[in-house]
C-alpha cells in the first residue's frame, strides 16, 4: 500500500530555514518521482520540486535556490530544505508520487500526472 507521510511544517520567521520530510512506504524511491506541491488559501495548488527516481532533480522558478530538495533510498524518505523563507511561502506542503517520468520530466510541475498524496504539513511565513 502507496503512503506518503509529510511532517516538518511549522510557524517561522521570514528570512529563516525549515525543513520538510516526506516517509514513503509501499514503493521504491528508485522507480518513482516524488514531488512537493504547496498551496496556499484562495491560490492554486503550485509545484514546489520534484525528485524524478535517478533521473535527475527540478524545482520551480520561485524556489530555485532557496530549496534544496533530496532523498535518502535508506529511509524511504525524501526532504525538502529551505532557506530564506518569505511570507509567499505560506501554504500546505504536500508530497505526490507516480512511476519516473523520464523522458516526459517536463510534466512534473502537473498534479494531474500524480497518483498518490500524503495529507500535508502547514507551513506559515510570517514578516
Known amino acids: 500500500q502507496v503512503q506518503l507521510v509529510e511532517s516538518g511544517g511549522g510557524s517561522v520567521q521570514a528570512g529563516t530555514s525549515l525543513n520538510l520530510s516526506c516517509a514513503v512506504s509501499?514503493?521504491?524511491?528508485?522507480?518513482?518521482?516524488i514531488a512537493w506541491f504547496r498551496q496556499a488559501p484562495g491560490k492554486e495548488r503550485e509545484a514546489v520540486s520534484c525528485v524524478d527516481g535517478r533521473n535527475g532533480i527540478y524545482y520551480s522558478d520561485s524556489v530555485k535556490g532557496r530549496f534544496t530538495t533530496s532523498r535518502d533510498p535508506t529511509k524511504n524518505t525524501i526532504y525538502l530544505q529551505m532557506k530564506n523563507l518569505k511570507p509567499d511561502d505560506t501554504g500546505i506542503y504536500s508530497c505526490?508520487?507516480?512511476?519516473?517520468?523520464?523522458?516526459?520530466?517536463?510534466?512534473?510541475?502537473?498534479?494531474?500526472?500524480?497518483?498518490?498524496w500524503g495529507q500535508g504539513t502547514q507551513v506559515t511565513v510570517s514578516s
Open positions: 509501499g514503493f521504491g524511491l528508485d522507480y518513482y518521482a
Open positions: 505526490a508520487t507516480r512511476e519516473v517520468f523520464g523522458r516526459d520530466w517536463q510534466r512534473w510541475n502537473n498534479a494531474a500526472y500524480y497518483y498518490f
